[in-house]
Nanobody, 128 residues
Framework: QVQLVESGGGLMHTGGSLILSCVGSGRTFSRYAMGWFRQAPGKEREFVAAISWSGIATYYSDSAKGRFTISRDNAENTTVYLQMNSLKPEDTAVYYC????????????????????WGKGTLVTVSS
């Protein structure tokens, strides 16, 4: 069974930091681009960050740039991380990890429709 499982969400105060993790299993994700998206109540799922299969190439949404860092570890089960610093109340959302089959290029991830697998999400709440 193919699975992406996120963890690490929680309640934080403004300015705090959090690390989200996403572990893939059931197939080899090491050759695929991975990404983080988020969905706030009443809003569409939006792109946050993406990483190439090798981990060399990354890119971010404007809201994440300079505050969030995406990384990955392809040893055994691929794990993708999202280090979130300087958290703001507007970062409150369910954060989803996704994988895109294909050539592993991070820039192929533009929107939610580009992803082939999703996790169930982890809730991040930032209080003011």
């Amino acid at each position: 069974q193919v699975q992406l499982v996120e963890s690490g969400g929680g309640l934080m105060h403004t300015g705090g930091s959090l690390i989200l993790s996403c572990v893939g299993s059931g197939r080899t994700f090491s050759r695929y681009a991975m990404g983080w998206f988020r969905q706030a109540p009443g809003k569409e799922r939006e792109f946050v960050a993406a990483i190439s299969w090798s981990g060399i190439a990354t890119y971010y949404s404007d809201s994440a740039k300079g505050r969030f860092t995406i990384s990955r570890d392809n040893a055994e089960n691929t794990t993708v991380y999202l280090q979130m610093n300087s958290l703001k109340p507007e970062d409150t959302a369910v954060y989803y990890c996704g994988a895109r089959l294909g050539n592993g290029q991070a820039t192929d991830i533009v929107g939610a429709a580009d992803m082939d697998y999703w996790g169930k999400g982890t809730l991040v709440t930032v209080s003011s």
